[in-house]
């Protein structure tokens, strides 16, 4: 080996060595990737939370929030009223999930959920996998994809070996899902792999093989099949029997030791919206302008409160942003990548009061518009923008209300 | 005059007859290597999910179009070997390719490392639609005969090939009041983030006269397409055996 070889071959290995330890892990579910118009108009989530945020290998986490699909949902984009099903972003089967819920109705199956209605749900998990995880709730869309819910992060400690998952079949067997049926599947799929090697092996015996038979298939032409000899078609013919007894062997012994099946199950659930009382707020959005340098989002709105206690916003929340009014709501982050800004909402315009109806303008100032990759809201195929305004009243009841309507980009000043 | 081969000509008939031998030896496991990767590929794009998944074998749709694609390489392979060596072992070697790869693959891939439970992504078993092809070819010695019985056979017997492997996670179970089957349960417990329960195709389609015979039914439909489809890959390796540069590598 010369020394531009050598010097070649010491470079690829630093390279290689290099390349591999400077992978950084990644946990992102890819939020920040999907569109803005995708994140601000189909589904919005909030109140999500863990029940711990530390737990062991075997222990119970429940995930709940609410989520109200937009009624703003792009026309562009397969509706939530068709086929979707509430599922949990997390890196592979760190968690098993036990039980699944939405408005209390077990959400196993698919379902479909009407827009401007409010959904509770709440997913039993149990920790499978040490590690620590950014947790989100999804909702997947029949030929729309996930909708994502914010993320939280969990940890999990414990002994992975230690895990645990049964259940009970209709017979009264317990069945540990972690290894029922892979034995005894692995010991059927042997069985055909000897069978196959059996008649690989009876042709290696043969050796040589390919070269020979070539010579000799070419010379033949037409004759060629006087190469098969009455041994191979006798073997031939054992290896075929044995095929078939083994099949019907197989399948007798199956249907024997498990006499009752059930096909797959699928189909679909109703799952209704939540009964919700009349809202006392009445919302407008008249115009709303994106200022791209000052990453400002400002929204004039028209509220009417039918209610009767002085209403104020709190927050507003878009894209799985949210923008706190600090005068009106104390907000502590869950974690450091918890995506709250909790004193960047302006409200100017004051409360409305009881009877009231007034023009107010909202802003929502945060750097959060860009580092979450919302600005190419502006690049959006139709430039409208949706969220959800809470209002507070005096007692501090909250009410939720969706805003949606054009929006108009401000390229500078 | 007999004309002497290249090895002849260079070597003694022991000399030969071990180059022969070498040869053999580094081709076939080499052969073995490359059917399976090309096999897994294919498998993956045109199967995927069906086979990978134990909640997505269903009695309609994974007996249905498995066969169909499981003897693609069976037919090309198949043809080829036995035109240019007479040997029956294409349908065999290239499924026991498929087989090997499959096993490391979801073990690597689906149980190593994304942490899927071994039984929940085992492969099914094929090795004997190899072995009915193969042996039918034999005995036949046409792929016009292998085409209706050993075709029809391997559409027809992919189902109760495989119901040792699946019947035990068909057993029912109740779930927050739902019926549902071992392998649902698994389906629905270990997450699949990027795989909701709808994306699952569970008997699908209007297969269903002669009254609840959903699996027989399909079973036969998938043994005569099979018999088209390996007619027509069989059909595809004459085609490949013809080609010239092939001839001049051999």
Redesign the interface.
């Known amino acids: 080996m010369n020394l531009f070889a050598k010097l070649f071959a010491v470079i690829q290995g630093l390279i290689v060595v290099l390349v591999t330890f400077s992978a950084t892990p990644t946990y992102a579910h890819g939020e920040k990737a999907q569109q803005p118009a995708l994140r601000m108009r189909t589904v919005h989530w909030f109140d999500v939370d863990l029940s711990t945020r530390k737990l062991d290998v075997n222990q119970i986490l429940v995930v709940k929030g609410t989520f109200v699909p937009s009624l703003s949902w792009p026309e562009h984009v397969a509706s939530i009223e068709d086929t979707a099903y509430l599922n949990v972003g997390v890196p592979g089967p760190s968690f098993v999930r036990l039980d699944s819920r939405v408005n209390g109705v077990p959400t196993i199956r698919s379902s479909s959920y009407k827009r401007g209605e409010q959904y509770n749900f709440e997913i039993t998990l149990k920790a499978r996998t040490p590690g620590r995880y950014h947790l989100h709730p999804i909702i997947n869309v029949l030929d729309a994809g996930p909708m994502i819910g914010p993320g939280i992060w969990v940890e999990v400690g414990g002994d992975p070996a230690a895990f645990e998952n049964s259940i009970k079949t209709l017979f009264g067997q317990t069945l540990d899902l972690e290894t029922h049926g892979f034995a005894n599947a692995a010991s059927w799929s042997a069985v055909w792999v000897v069978l196959g090697l059996v008649w690989f092996g009876y042709w290696l015996t043969k050796v040589p093989l390919i070269l020979p038979r070539f010579r000799r298939a070419s010379a033949l032409g037409e004759n060629a099949d006087d190469m098969i000899t009455t041994r191979d078609r006798q073997a031939a013919l054992v290896i075929l029997v044995v095929t078939l007894m083994l099949i019907a062997g197989g399948f007798f012994y199956a249907t024997e030791r498990w006499p009752v099946t059930t096909p797959l199950q699928t189909g679909k659930i109703k799952t209704p919206p939540l009964k919700m009382a009349p809202s006392p707020v009445l919302v407008t959005m008249d115009d709303a302008r994106y200022r791209i340098p000052g990453r400002s989002f400002r929204i004039e709105l028209t509220v009417s409160n039918s209610g009767k206690s002085p209403l104020s916003v709190g927050e507003f929340a878009s894209g799985g942003l949210r923008f706190i009014n600090s005068a009106v709501l104390k907000v502590t982050p869950k974690d450091q990548d918890d995506l709250v800004a909790t004193d960047a909402l302006r409200v100017e315009g004051g409360s409305i009061n009881p009877g009231e109806t007034k023009k107010i303008v909202v802003y929502a100032d945060d750097a959060m518009w860009e580092t979450q990759r919302m600005t190419t809201m502006i690049a959006s195929p139709d430039a409208v923008v949706a969220g959800m305004l809470f209002f507070f009243d005096a007692q501090g009841r909250r009410y939720p209300v969706e805003i949606s309507g054009p929006m108009i980009p401000l390229f500078g000043g | 005059m007999s004309v002497l081969?290249p090895?002849e000509a260079a070597f003694s008939p022991q000399e030969a007859?071990r180059v022969?031998?070498q040869?053999?030896?580094v081709?076939?496991p080499l052969f073995v290597v490359l059917l399976g990767s090309v096999f897994a590929f294919q498998f993956a794009l045109l199967v995927g999910d069906w086979d990978y998944w134990?909640?997505?074998?269903?009695?309609r749709y994974w007996p249905l179009v498995t066969p169909l694609v499981l003897v693609i390489l069976p037919g090309v392979f198949g043809y080829a070997f036995w035109?240019?060596?007479?040997?029956?072992?294409g349908a065999?070697?290239s499924?026991?390719g498929l087989?090997l790869t499959g096993?490391v693959s979801r073990y690597l891939n689906f149980h190593e490392f994304?942490?899927?439970?071994?039984?929940m992504v085992?492969?099914s078993?094929f090795?004997?639609v190899?072995?009915?092809i193969?042996?039918?070819l034999?005995?036949t010695?046409s792929w016009f005969f292998t085409g209706i019985f050993a075709g029809f056979l391997s559409g027809l017997?992919l189902y109760?090939?495989n119901?040792?492997?699946?019947?035990?996670?068909?057993?029912?179970?109740?779930?927050?009041?739902?019926?549902?089957?071992?392998?649902?349960?698994?389906g629905?417990?270990?997450?699949?983030?990027?795989m909701?329960?709808?994306v699952?195709i569970?008997?699908q389609s209007t297969l269903r006269t002669f009254g609840d015979a959903?699996t027989p039914l399909t079973a036969v439909f998938a043994g005569f397409l099979t018999i088209l489809s390996l007619w027509f890959w069989a059909w595809v390796g004459s085609l490949g055996v013809k080609a010239v540069w092939l001839r001049k590598v051999?």
């Open positions: 081969t090895a007859a022969d031998a040869v053999d030896w081709v076939i134990i909640d997505w074998r269903d009695r035109k240019l060596l007479r040997i029956p072992l065999t070697l499924i026991i087989t096993w994304a942490g899927f439970p071994m039984n085992l492969p078993t090795i004997g190899g072995l009915l193969d042996c039918t034999l005995l010695r017997l109760p090939m119901w040792p492997l699946l019947a035990p996670f068909m057993v029912p179970v109740e779930m927050h009041g739902t019926l549902m089957t071992v392998a649902d349960v698994m629905f417990e270990y997450i699949r983030t990027a909701p329960e709808y699952r569970i008997e959903v051999v």
